[in-house]
């Protein structure tokens, strides 16, 4: 069964979902001569303490995670900065603009390490090797640029189906990367030896997000035909397919091995438990297009950032509590 074809039987009953409020919401407002910044790029640390993020002003920001207080601004690209990523140590942030660069920071000092050669193109998503060492990075074109974090150097450019890709994804283990666009198809790299390991087709739409499940087991995609692929790459694994309509998905983030949140053009975010094929919370409280999520190791917290110009901070292991409101530096609460 093709995963287009592994439509889900109950795709028509309506089950009420829990719904749950963000416990913080920081705004990104505006400071008066300039509008607020929409956000397309979110990283938390395993520890879930501090949050990087980034948006269309052209800035990176760093949060602590639990007063709301920015903690640094980071400063440097010349235009949108649309992926922001944390090393797996949380000592280093990566950025990736539409400047065609990619630069790497200080997460205490707000220091710029080093900046990229210019790149082919606009930079769309970057993601971190588990080893800290390597950055996988794909944007408008046809090409995954591999990265040294030490030097900042090009070390690698592998061909990809595709000349608009928007997602790439490192496994766990750091044996696996998945990259995906345009095309609707995502193509599967052996990271140790750099060989092609497969194309995985999907629905010929574009793919927007990838997330591999902690054990590596799992690879979800989503994107514009409102629907969650997820391949089990285990031998003998079954594919499935969940309906996300009428919504276009824009992020995906695995909460544990077989729990996922879905973020998109519906302003909600969806968790999905996966054996049942059942949303289990529903997330309320932006107001536009959810773009980015990233959660801490445990998978109980979970962050988003939207087109709204806000970042929210969810517990997911708690009872609705009114949220507390941050506000930015340069704008006012709402």
Same mark, same amino acid.
């Given at each position: ?62 949060? &602590? ?25 949380? %000592? ?5 603009? #539409? ?34 060492? %390597? ?12 990265? #040294? ?6 070390? %690698? +450019?592998? &061909? ?14 750091? +044996? ?38 902690? &054990? ?15 391949? &089990? ?48 919370? +529903? ?35 708690? +009872? ?15």
């Amino acid at each position: 069964m093709t995963a287009c074809a592994a439509w889900i039987a109950a795709a028509n009953m309506v089950v009420a979902a829990p719904t749950i409020e963000p416990t913080r919401v920081i705004e990104w407002g505006a400071d008066g001569q300039h509008a607020p910044s929409v956000i397309t790029g979110v990283a938390l640390s395993a520890d879930g303490n501090t949050i990087a993020a980034a948006s269309d002003d052209h800035a990176v920001r760093i949060w &602590d995670a639990n007063t709301g207080e920015l903690r640094t601004q980071l400063v440097g690209h010349r235009d949108w900065v649309r992926s922001v990523a944390l090393s797996p140590d949380g %000592q280093t942030i990566a950025s990736g603009s #539409n400047d065609h660069t990619i630069c790497l920071w200080n997460t205490t000092t707000g220091e710029r390490l080093l900046q990229s050669p210019v790149m082919r193109s606009a930079i769309a998503a970057i993601s971190f090797h588990p080893n800290g060492q %390597q950055l996988g990075a794909v944007g408008y074109g046809d090409r995954l640029a591999i990265i #040294n974090t030490s030097s900042g150097q090009l070390t %690698q +450019e592998l &061909d990809c189906p595709s000349d608009d890709l928007r997602a790439v994804a490192f496994s766990s283990d750091g +044996e696996r990367m998945a990259v995906a666009g345009r095309n609707g198809q995502i193509r599967l790299w052996n990271v140790t030896t750099g060989a092609l390991e497969r194309d995985i087709p999907t629905c010929r739409q574009r793919i927007r997000a990838l997330a591999f499940s902690p &054990d590596g087991k799992r690879l979800a995609s989503a994107g514009d035909d409102v629907m969650i692929h997820v391949v &089990d790459l285990a031998a003998g694994g079954q594919d499935v397919s969940l309906p996300v309509r009428p919504c276009k998905v824009y992020a995906v983030v695995f909460l544990d091995d077989g729990t996922l949140a879905v973020g998109g053009s519906d302003n909600r975010i969806h968790v999905w438990n996966l054996a049942a094929h059942t949303v289990t919370k +529903e997330l309320v409280g932006h107001t536009g297009s959810v773009a980015a999520l990233a959660c801490d190791q445990s998978g109980s917290t979970l962050v988003s950032g939207s087109y709204d110009t806000t970042l929210r901070i969810w517990n997911l292991n708690t +009872e609705n509590t009114p949220p507390s409101v941050a506000r930015s530096p340069d704008g006012a609460v709402r």
